[in-house]
């Protein structure tokens, strides 16, 4: 039996953290000192983490609950990227991208653990949403070596 008060707490808590992932890399591109070297990558990047919100929107609006729309203290996350890139340069920004990634990762594997979330939901975490985000650990290593 699933606790629906959980599942959404646990459902919020999944949107405001690409909430925050979809202000950061866009806070990130607007201060990135070379755009055309990193800026394509870190573009895809963002359009995953904004379909993964709307992914986790509409699951939520289906629990008749109401998604929430601020990043909360996730949100000092992207402004502490925008300050590293501004700061220490590209190369800062994406270790702390890559750091925000492996957060996500953590959490969606939390998730997974959830006994409280549905099986759609945990099948939308397990084959899209926590594959791209292992991905985009990939990629930005790669951005780390060209960014160098």
Same mark, same amino acid.
């Not at 379909?51 to 996350?77: F, I, K, N, R, Y």
């Not at 969606?108 to 650990?137: F, N």
């Given at each position: 039996?699933h606790?629906?008060? %959980?599942?959404?707490?646990?459902? $919020?808590?999944l949107?405001?953290g690409?909430?925050?992932?979809v202000e950061?890399?866009?806070?990130?591109?607007?201060?990135i000192?070379?755009p055309?070297?990193?800026g /394509?990558?870190l573009?895809? %990047?963002?359009s995953?983490h904004?379909?993964a919100?709307?992914v986790?929107?509409?699951?939520?609006a289906?629990m008749?609950? *109401?998604? /929430? *729309?601020?990043?909360?203290?996730?949100?000092e996350?992207?402004k502490? *990227?925008?300050g590293?890139?501004a700061?220490f340069g590209?190369?800062a920004a994406?270790?702390?991208?890559?750091?925000g990634?492996?957060?996500?990762?953590? $959490?969606y594997e939390k998730?997974?653990?959830?006994?409280?979330?549905d099986?759609? %939901?945990?099948?939308?975490i397990? $084959?899209q949403?926590l /594959?791209?985000?292992?991905?985009?650990?990939a *990629?930005?290593?790669?951005?780390?070596?060209?960014?160098?």
């Amino acid at each position: 039996m699933h606790d629906k008060k %959980i599942a959404i707490k646990n459902m $919020s808590a999944l949107v405001k953290g690409e909430l925050a992932a979809v202000e950061t890399y866009k806070q990130a591109l607007d201060k990135i000192a070379r755009p055309e070297v990193v800026g /394509p990558e870190l573009r895809a %990047i963002e359009s995953d983490h904004e379909e993964a919100l709307t992914v986790l929107q509409e699951h939520m609006a289906e629990m008749d609950a *109401v998604a /929430p *729309v601020d990043s909360g203290a996730w949100g000092e996350w992207a402004k502490a *990227v925008e300050g590293t890139a501004a700061a220490f340069g590209d190369k800062a920004a994406i270790k702390a991208l890559k750091e925000g990634e492996e957060h996500g990762v953590n $959490s969606y594997e939390k998730a997974l653990r959830d006994r409280e979330l549905d099986d759609e %939901i945990r099948q939308i975490i397990r $084959s899209q949403l926590l /594959p791209k985000t292992k991905a985009h650990i990939a *990629v930005l290593d790669d951005l780390l070596v060209k960014a160098g």
